[in-house]
């Protein structure tokens, strides 16, 4: 009996103890993760999945609720009338905190504000100087090959891409794929496709320099073929078809970035040729393709070698892919934006 009063008392003592200890480490002030407050999430209150995507992606990146901004408008239509944007565009520039560098989007439809895609609507708001009917030039983007990091300071515009998904496991597998790559510095290579399609081959003309003066910061593989296959390594893919073939075969690494030059891949539910969305489901974390007919401007489609350039000097996926398109009112940015594989952790 007295033995086991003892140990009772000694066990009492113990938890007590413990207790002191842990109150004692619960007080220190341990660090916490650093809030994302360089961009606000869009979300369309009337659509279930845009909502989903957006608390989501809010909790992976420890973006404030402050910075979430619920707008409504029909999530069946592809494209939204600009009268329509401009109540929308309105009301989230009133609730925009100021200290915000870009947006992110959670849905997939409407991609396109009229003459202008829903990001670069968003970006610059919707201007007409940045449409054309059939081949004509727009208006530049202010934001092309900077060195500028607070675009709206500088230039009056909030970067944007919409974070593509016709389900939420599409985009949970997305935004995990950006996450996972932040500050990875990853060993991949940049695949530069030089394809028979000489109408949309037009970037094959930046390769030569582009290896010259990239070669030294990443692998860089030009081929001369309509279909890359069975590759591991992929952190950048640029090519020129209407349609990509071999997809499936190949492993992109997390935050990797690729698209393709052809009219229409920015029409990303209803596309004649393939949508841009399909890099993402392939396991890309960014792409972009236009909306309306571009013709082969090349100004209208990212520069290979200014979007790894930026990306490899640390920008994250929004900005180094925004500076990469030097006319951008006709495109859509799809993929995870804060993805940002070359960052460094005590930037963060």
Not at 12 to 34: E, M, Y
Not at 36 to 45: C, D, G, R, T, W
Request: charged share 20%; aromatic share 10%.
């Amino acid at each position: 009996m007295n033995l086991k009063i003892r140990i009772n008392k000694q066990l009492l003592r113990t938890i007590f103890f413990s207790g002191i200890v842990l109150g004692l480490i619960s007080c220190q002030a341990w660090p916490q993760k650093k809030q994302n407050k360089e961009l606000a999430i869009i979300v369309n209150h009337a659509d279930p999945l845009s909502v989903q995507i957006g608390q989501y992606y809010r909790q992976k990146r420890n973006i404030p609720a402050d910075h979430v901004i619920e707008v409504i408008f029909d999530p069946s239509v592809t494209n939204l009338s600009s009268e329509d944007f401009a109540r929308i565009k309105q009301e989230v520039d009133a609730l925009t905190p100021p200290e915000v560098k870009g947006y992110a989007l959670t849905w997939t439809k409407p991609y396109r504000v009229d003459c202008m895609s829903i990001t670069s609507a968003f970006a610059l708001g919707f201007d007409t100087r940045h449409c054309a009917k059939g081949c004509q030039a727009i208006a530049p983007n202010p934001y092309f090959n900077s060195n500028r990091s607070e675009p709206f300071l500088d230039f009056g515009i909030r970067p944007t891409m919409t974070i593509a998904a016709t389900s939420f496991e599409e985009a949970k597998a997305l935004i995990d794929r950006g996450v996972a790559s932040d500050n990875t510095h990853p060993q991949g290579t940049a695949y530069l496709m030089d394809t028979k399609d000489k109408a949309r081959n037009v970037r094959s003309n930046f390769y030569s320099t582009i290896t010259k003066q990239l070669s030294s910061r990443i692998p860089i593989e030009v081929i001369k073929s309509n279909v890359l296959k069975d590759k591991n390594d992929v952190l950048f893919y640029f090519t020129g078809v209407s349609k990509v073939r071999g997809l499936e075969s190949n492993t992109f690494l997390p935050g990797a970035m690729a698209d393709h030059l052809t009219s229409f891949g920015g029409k990303l539910t209803d596309s004649g040729q393939m949508s841009s969305m399909e890099w993402l489901k392939a396991g890309a974390t960014g792409s972009y393709g236009a909306v309306v007919e571009p013709c082969n401007f090349v100004q209208k489609f990212p520069h290979p070698g200014v979007a790894m350039y930026h990306y490899l000097q640390g920008d994250n996926l929004l900005h180094a892919y925004w500076k990469s398109v030097g006319w951008v009112g006709q495109g859509i940015f799809i993929g995870e934006p804060l993805a940002r594989p070359f960052g460094n952790a005590d930037d963060n």
